[in-house]
């Protein structure tokens, strides 16, 4: 499976920036799609998750509210709609893909993962 990201940007705080991530390969709609961030100084976290049928989501508490992950399994898409923006947002986004469980503990437990992507948000 190969991830690509996209979407990232300068946006004011308030404002709301969608992420898109188009994967290839067949196995990726029987497999969970997550993103993770990491702000400069910081270790990658985890900021949402979505099964490989879209039944399940989680997210992390600082997101809860503001950030929705969304798949297309017929596109091979996963999607991460971030609104609310706030400054402590600021950070490269990446796509990433593997097991449920495992994409649910760190970032140790992903299989595959896409380029990140810039996103900054100003006060």
């Known amino acids: 499976v190969q991830l690509q990201a996209s979407g990232g940007g300068l946006v004011q705080a308030g404002g709301s920036l969608r992420l898109s991530c188009a994967a290839s390969?067949?196995?990726?709609?029987?497999?969970?799609g997550a993103w993770f961030r990491q702000a400069p100084g910081k270790e990658r976290e985890i900021v949402g998750a979505?099964?490989?049928?879209?039944?399940?989501?989680y997210y992390a508490d600082s997101v809860k509210g503001r950030f929705t992950i969304l798949r297309d399994n017929a596109k091979n898409m996963v999607y991460l709609q971030m609104n609310s923006l706030k400054p402590e947002d600021t950070a490269v986004y990446y796509c990433?893909?593997?097991?449920?469980?495992?994409?649910?503990?760190?970032?140790?437990?992903?299989?595959?993962w896409g380029k990140g992507t810039l996103v900054t948000v100003s006060s």
């Open positions: 990433a893909a593997g097991r449920w469980s495992a994409l649910l503990v760190d970032y140790h437990g992903v299989d595959y």
């Open positions: 979505i099964s490989w049928s879209g039944a399940n989501t």
């Open positions: 390969g067949r196995t990726f709609s029987t497999i969970a």
